[in-house]
T-cell receptor, first 104, second 111 residues
Framework: SNSVKQTGQITVSEGASVTMNCTYTSTGYPTLFWYVEYPSKPLQLLQRETMENSKNFGGGNIKDKNSPIVKYSVQVSDSAVYYC?????????FGTGTSLTVIP | NAGVTQTPKFRVLKTGQSMTLLCAQD?????MYWYRQDPGMGLRLIHY???????AKGEVPDGYNVSRLKKQNFLLGLESAAPSQTSVYFCASSYDPGGYTFGSGTRLTVV
């Protein structure tokens, strides 16, 4: 089956680098998306990654693979909820989101 | 450049009342979606549409109905609202599956 897991909360100081994990299990050839939700604003697409080489991993079956997003030198304005979305064919699976808090 | 517009932005309903949420997009996207967002649950797909005149069930379709009579509009209906439907509802559209443009959300409270 397909699933997506994300770390719940991360708090860092301004200027730090932060890695937000997205661990997924997929039975197909997935595409992974990252979205960000700033307070009181709609979701925005951050990046899209197509796993074209996923056939090299168990014939299309992937278990607990991590595809993180890294942000360098974060600012207070980067505080938001970051969502990972897994697409397998016409099926979509959202992670529960990682709440990033950047403190001055 | 409107993108995806949701109306209304806020609504309070009494248990048993009905209402319709409207989603409109001006990007000529084929795919449209309705999600609900609840604390700790992330986004969950309610219904989606792959083109005008088509609808399909998502992960949590019970208690909701949808219609896509026109390509640019995707309506989400609650026939008899329940407190469990208190949530923030997001509409999204995409040219191909996954590359979403989201609306700003509708905050619905059922009392």
């Amino acid at each position: 089956s397909n699933s997506v897991k994300q770390t719940g909360q991360i708090t860092v100081s301004e200027g730090a680098s932060v890695t937000m994990n997205c661990t997924y299990t997929s039975t197909g050839y997935p595409t992974l998306f990252w979205y960000v939700e700033y307070p009181s604003k709609p979701l925005q697409l951050l990046q899209r990654e197509t796993m074209e080489n996923s056939k090299n991993f168990g014939g299309g079956n992937i278990k607990d693979k991590n595809s993180p997003i890294v942000k360098y030198s974060v600012q207070v304005s980067d505080s938001a909820v970051y969502y990972c979305l897994l697409r397998c064919g016409n099926q979509f699976y959202f992670g529960t989101g990682t709440s990033l808090t950047v403190i001055p | 450049n409107a993108g995806v517009t949701q109306t209304p932005k806020f609504r309070v309903l009494k248990t048993g009342q009905s209402m319709t949420l409207l989603c409109a997009q001006d990007m000529n996207h084929e795919y449209m979606y309705w999600y609900r967002q609840d604390p700790g649950m992330g986004l969950r797909l309610i219904h989606y549409s792959v083109g005008e005149g088509t609808t399909a069930k998502g992960e949590v379709p019970d208690g909701y109905n949808v219609s896509r009579l026109k390509k640019q509009n995707f309506l989400l209906g609650l026939e008899s609202a329940a407190p469990s439907q208190t949530s923030v509802y997001f509409c999204a559209s995409s040219y191909d599956p996954g590359g979403y443009t989201f609306g700003s959300g509708t905050r619905l409270t059922v009392v």
